[in-house]
Nanobody, 124 residues
Framework: QVQLVESGGGLVQAGGSLRLSCAAS????????MGWFRQAPGKEREFVAG????????YYADSVKGRFTISRDNGKNTMYLQMNSLKPEDTAVYFC?????????????????WGQGTQVTVSS
């Protein structure tokens, strides 16, 4: 079992940057593949980025590739999402999630644990 808490959201102008954090407690986050999802108002939750349990393979949605970077610090039991060149369409609640398998799936139903989310708002 792992508990996840996101932080780092806020209001930023288009073109700006934010770094989201996902702190894990309980079982260490290095025991899980990790992912970031987001949900905009009136839309379904969508995959943003994933990080495999070992080997550090990363995966990104096409909409964020080249702008967002997922990483983790096992010593701090924390995962990050560095978001650069933000666009208004990136506005959403961002969630971190943990999956028991080795890879980071793109489907939310394949994740076992979720954080409560953090709001990111990008103004034009």
């Amino acid at each position: 079992q792992v508990q996840l808490v996101e932080s780092g959201g806020g209001l930023v102008q288009a073109g700006g940057s934010l770094r989201l954090s996902c702190a894990a407690s309980g079982r260490t986050s290095s025991s899980y593949a990790m992912g970031w999802f987001r949900q905009a108002p009136g839309k379904e939750r969508e995959f943003v980025a994933g990080l495999s349990r070992r080997a550090g393979f990363t995966y990104y949605a096409d909409s964020v590739k080249g702008r967002f970077t997922i990483s983790r610090d096992n010593g701090k039991n924390t995962m990050y999402l560095q978001m650069n060149s933000l666009k208004p369409e990136d506005t959403a609640v961002y969630f971190c999630a943990a999956a028991a398998g080795p890879l980071a799936p793109r489907k939310e139903y394949e994740y076992d644990f979720w954080g409560q989310g953090t709001q990111v708002t990008v103004s034009s």
